[in-house]
């Protein structure tokens, strides 16, 4: 299933090699996508309570979507993360990079040990997201709100170079209070940016209390829409709908797709779910014994 | 008089030559270029011209996506909203990401004139300066100009380069190379050194002509590339004059004159005068009105050059 649409080639047998070759290390499993959600939410309680800070709400709440892109969606190779070819998937809730991080490493971008350096010195697992220290990172984020432009201008480079790729963002529903988000918004339905799909973590918490509470973010589909966006909304921790709502956004054209993902902050571990106490805060030992013991 | 050109004119016109060798190539602006001169970009090559409305912050994160993607993107507008507005884009998705966003900015300084202080930028160069991985370079006149905008496109990295709103005497001719981060020297002297950039550097040509007829040899060196700063042309005209002015249409903080200072006193301690704005923000008013209000003429930079050489010991 990985093998379609990613590099130009005519069906001209003699380019089969060609597509062998572009299409070696691409990445592919088969694995029960419950069994590796629940993996990944394994790695990022245990590396949050190694490394003794941290966000595990917002990590946990992402994990249906992160696994569904990097099992099923995204043309990608760990062995060559920096592959022209590859879909580009742009972390702007950079808090949330546990999530990503568990995944690179099961995926195989770097081994899975190196979990255990989050957030300390020298380490490639930076506490938010930094293309410029992880294998596979495409984009520093950690101050929010600016995903969304990378994203239009990466979907913009993609256009100019023809390329087949597809970018795309996730948000936290939190982020969508900056200003920018909907600059970026804006932008992208003014350039019909047919290649881009915005997905929004809609967890309902944010850093100091529920949005309604904080800052009303609601109704986010009514605002893509006004925004020119085609708008798909979905139970984000629903592997069938997050991926059907995915490869339905890959078909609209001449617009931009966003995905309205409803989460639950702290999703798998009881005492965490719609706490907003761990949005940023590790679990104590006590706290991972038990989470470790709900996930198993 | 001198011939005058506008920068920003050379600037626009470099870009679409550079446009036309490098598909790769490819310009942002935030609803001003026909201010910033953009529009030539945009009238050659349309689909390479990314028009991005009022919305800077915007501008510099697709400028970030757009480089992290193998683009060479030059992101312009004017100097207020090039930086202050968008720090925090600028600061994480470029700098911190090291990517190979150029961002030029126009209408720097007080002679952007009757629009007044909310359109005079006095401390993007601070704000720039701070952020580590950046090249920041102010182009003193359109011959160097064109060879800046050749070089920064050139160069891998971000690249802040800050221009004017009027049009500058020129002061290099045809056989002038610039090379980032080589200060250029304009007049042999070692009675002291005036170290200027942009708009100061023809008045403090006009002050060191002032003062030999005064008996005074002034060393005059355009600094162009304010980062990273030649050190060793500091260091050769601190030992070699013995006092320093800057000369900048900027704050004092965290400019050229800062600049200076900080490497003359961790290496060679030197009296120094810093002919800069003085903690002040501008005002409307004509240019020239505005340049001798706040203290930025040859006649002030000859004032300091004669207090500095009163200091040396």
């Known amino acids: ?296 | 008089m001198p011939e005058e050109v506008a920068p920003r004119e050379v600037f626009g016109k470099t870009l679409v030559e550079l446009g036309k060798e490098n598909p790769d190539i490819v310009v942002l602006d935030a609803d001003l270029s026909p201010s910033t001169m953009t529009k030539y970009f945009k009238e050659a090559y349309p689909e390479r011209f990314i028009e991005v409305g009022i919305a800077e912050a915007n501008m510099i994160g697709i400028a970030a996506g757009l480089a992290a993607n193998g683009k060479i993107p030059f992101a312009s507008t004017f100097a207020v909203f090039a930086t202050s507005r968008c720090f925090d884009q600028i600061r994480v998705s470029v700098a911190q990401s090291k990517l190979n966003v150029k961002i030029v900015s126009t209408h720097s300084g007080l002679s952007v004139g009757e629009d007044g202080a909310s359109h005079q930028a006095l401390e993007d160069l601070a704000l720039i300066c701070s952020l580590p991985n950046f090249t920041v370079i102010v182009p003193a006149d359109g011959v160097e100009t064109a060879q800046v905008i050749r070089a920064v496109a050139a160069h891998n990295g971000p690249c802040y380069i800050r221009l004017i709103r009027g049009k500058s005497p020129v002061v290099f001719d045809d056989n002038y190379k610039f090379q980032i981060g080589k200060a250029a020297l304009m007049r042999q002297g070692n009675d002291a050194t005036i170290m200027a950039i942009s708009t100061m550097v023809a008045p403090a040509l006009e002050a060191t002509n002032a003062l030999a007829s005064e008996g005074i040899k002034c060393r005059v060196l355009n600094m162009s590339t304010l980062k990273p700063i030649d050190v060793d042309a500091i260091l050769k005209a601190a030992k070699e004059t013995g006092g320093i002015v800057t000369a900048e249409e900027h704050q004092e903080h965290g400019g050229l004159g800062n600049t200076v200072a900080r490497v003359l006193a961790e290496q060679y301690p030197t009296p120094m005068e810093l002919v800069a704005v003085k903690d002040k923000f501008g005002m409307s008013g004509k240019p020239a009105e505005l340049l001798e209000r706040y203290g930025l003429t040859a006649k002030d930079i000859a004032a300091a050059v004669k207090k500095v050489i009163k200091r040396k010991v």
């Open chain 1, 1 to 296: 299933m990985y093998n379609d649409g990613i590099v130009n080639v005519s069906n001209n047998p003699e380019n089969k090699t060609s597509v062998a070759k572009a299409n070696a290390g691409v990445f592919s499993s088969s694995e029960d996508l419950s069994i590796v959600c629940k993996r990944l939410r394994r790695d990022i309680v245990t590396m949050i309570a190694k490394a003794g800070s941290g966000h595990p709400g917002g990590s946990l709440s992402a994990v249906e979507i992160v696994v569904t892109l990097y099992w099923k969606v995204l043309h990608h190779k760990p062995v060559d993360p920096a592959w022209p070819g590859r879909d580009r998937f742009i972390l702007s809730k950079g808090h949330a990079a546990p999530v990503l991080y568990a995944a690179l490493a099961e995926c195989g971008y770097f081994p899975k040990a190196e979990l255990d350096t989050l957030r300390k010195i020298d380490s490639r697992l930076q506490g938010h997201a930094d293309r410029t220290a992880t294998p596979g990172v495409e984009m520093s984020s950690g101050s929010l709100g600016q995903g969304l432009s990378f994203a239009v201008g990466s979907a913009l480079a993609g256009r100019l170079d023809k390329a087949p790729w597809r970018v795309y963002a996730l948000l936290s529903d939190g982020e969508c209070d900056e200003g920018q988000t909907w600059e970026a918004a804006m932008s992208a339905s003014m350039f019909k940016l047919d290649n881009l799909t915005a997905i929004v973590d809609n967890n309902g918490i944010q850093l100091s209390g529920f949005n309604k509470d904080i800052m009303n973010v609601d109704p986010l589909t009514k605002k893509f829409d006004s925004f020119g966006w085609h708008v798909i909304e979905i139970d984000g921790h629903d592997l069938k709908q997050v991926l059907n709502a995915i490869n339905q956004a890959k078909t609209i054209k001449g617009k931009p797709a966003a995905i309205i993902a409803h989460t639950v902050k702290g999703k798998g571990v009881s005492f965490m779910e719609n706490n907003v106490d761990f949005h940023g805060k590790a679990p104590n030992a006590e706290q991972l014994e038990q989470a470790l013991k709900e996930l198993a």
